[in-house]
């Protein structure tokens, strides 16, 4: 069919886009190439990518070692079945993840995107309940302001109010929730379980723990939900609750892994490890949608030792070898550099140049945490206002729900880091 329309034409009337009206899509940009932080326009003009392309391009695009290992492996194998088949892609990543991730994580499901890695994380957990004796235990707990995804067992789990529970009512399990955690990271910990929130969840996974199967959260950062930092007391405590009423515990670091947050991963906040731990976005550093889901030897051998021991997922393309490739590279690329000290240096220089938006009339509150620069207004902001700036600014930002932030790529300059925060104040100050 050849094409009647231009190709941002054609775009507009035929392609959906994220989150948006068909009808009344915003202003879009055609995007011809990127390389590093940087994206090429169709008009020649290049922006600064200060989402990371939604938080997944840890190490810039195009990133010469991740391209190589996948032209390589393209080459030689794209894509083969997992069922009775398995490739060096899979076992090298695999080895690779245990190096890095929580110590008792020793068993690896890997998937395609990071709402199949939630749903994957789920069915373990109920599963393993099933073969623990416990059926009646198919519901799950989470703290309020959370988002863990959007298909529809992942989306029972986000915000109540954010996730749009209404649109879907009747038609979304019902879940147990429980106020976010109200002790921010930089506060000190009140040791009052009414104070501190964890009396609120003892009652909650008390009451209802002859159905929980696992309380799941994002740990210490919920992204999307708000972009808020909590302390990870709270999850160490959590662990014990969780323990002691037979309930598992999932961390969907979907959005906080490999660096992200200045640790490697957020669990590194704890003291304590979840069950089951939910890993996506960064893990091929952004080259190809690629997410796993890890347990622990208790629920893996339980789920084995259960009827029908067999678990019950199998993706079409799962352990794609391509995607293998890319994320044992990204991984490789992650931990062959101090990757700390970069993370440190761009907190520094986000603290130091997001602190004017402090003395902005509509700003609530401005706050950084590794390489997660947030400005949180008192009010929306509007996406597309914001992309209307996006050209003369030379840097993409995409604000949602209250907060204009970034997760810029680990490879940004200093100077490129600047004109980010620049485009941040600029936007507090307009929108
Ligand atoms: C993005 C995200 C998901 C969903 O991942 P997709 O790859 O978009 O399906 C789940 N949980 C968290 C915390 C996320 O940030």
Redesign the pocket.
């Known amino acids: 069919m050849t094409n009647p329309l231009p190709p941002l034409a054609f775009d507009q009337h035929h392609l959906w886009h994220p989150y948006t009206n068909v009808t009344k899509p915003g202003p879009t940009f055609v995007v011809k190439e990127a390389q590093g932080v940087y994206l090429t326009l169709d008009d020649g003009t290049e922006v600064i990518d200060a989402m990371s392309s939604?938080?997944c391009m840890m190490h810039g695009h195009r990133h010469p070692h991740i391209t190589q290992a996948m032209h390589d492996q393209l080459d030689r194998l794209p894509h083969v079945m997992f069922g009775g088949l398995t490739h060096d892609p899979a076992i090298d990543l695999g080895l690779k993840l245990l190096e890095i991730t929580p110590n008792s994580l020793s068993r690896i499901f890997y998937c395609d995107?990071?709402?199949?890695s939630?749903e994957v994380a789920m069915k373990m957990a109920v599963q393993y309940q099933h073969a623990m004796g416990q059926a009646g235990r198919s519901e799950f707990a989470t703290i309020r302001s959370g988002?863990?995804?959007?298909t529809w067992k992942?989306m029972s789990v986000c915000d109540p109010d954010t996730g749009m529970h209404h649109l879907f009512q009747g038609a979304l399990s019902v879940q147990h929730f429980v106020s976010r955690p109200p002790v921010t990271l930089a506060q000190d910990w009140p040791e009052d379980p009414e104070a501190n929130g964890l009396a609120e969840l003892e009652r909650c996974l008390t009451n209802g723990c002859d159905k929980i199967a696992a309380l799941i959260l994002?740990p210490v950062v919920q992204?999307?939900g708000g972009m808020y930092f909590y302390h990870p007391e709270y999850l160490n405590q959590a662990r014990q609750i969780c323990d002691d009423l037979g309930i598992l515990l999932i961390f969907?670091e979907?959005?906080t892994g490999f660096g992200r947050t200045g640790q490697l991963f957020a669990t590194d906040f704890c003291a304590v490890e979840p069950d089951i731990i939910?890993l996506?976005?960064g893990l091929t550093g952004g080259h190809i949608?690629f997410?796993c889901t890890m347990t622990n030897d208790r629920v893996a051998t339980g789920i084995g030792g259960g009827n029908p021991g067999i678990f019950m997922h199998g993706p079409t393309y799962m352990a794609n070898p391509l995607a293998c490739v890319a994320a044992k590279a990204a991984l490789d690329v992650l931990t062959g550099q101090d990757w700390r000290s970069r993370v440190a240096e761009i907190a520094t220089q986000m603290e130091q140049e997001l602190a004017p938006a402090r003395d902005l009339p509509n700003v609530a509150d401005v706050r950084v945490l590794g390489a997660i620069g947030v400005i949180e207004m008192r009010h929306q902001v509007s996406a597309d206002a914001a992309h209307a700036r996006v050209k003369e600014m030379g840097v993409f930002l995409r604000p949602f729900g209250k907060n204009i932030y970034t997760m810029p790529p680990f490879v940004t300059s200093p100077d490129e880091l600047s004109r980010i925060c620049v485009g941040m104040l600029r936007l507090a100050r307009e929108l």
Do not use: L, N, P, R
């Open positions: 939604w938080w995107s990071g709402s199949v939630v988002y863990h995804g959007d992942a994002e992204g999307t969907d979907i959005a939910c996506g976005k949608s997410a």
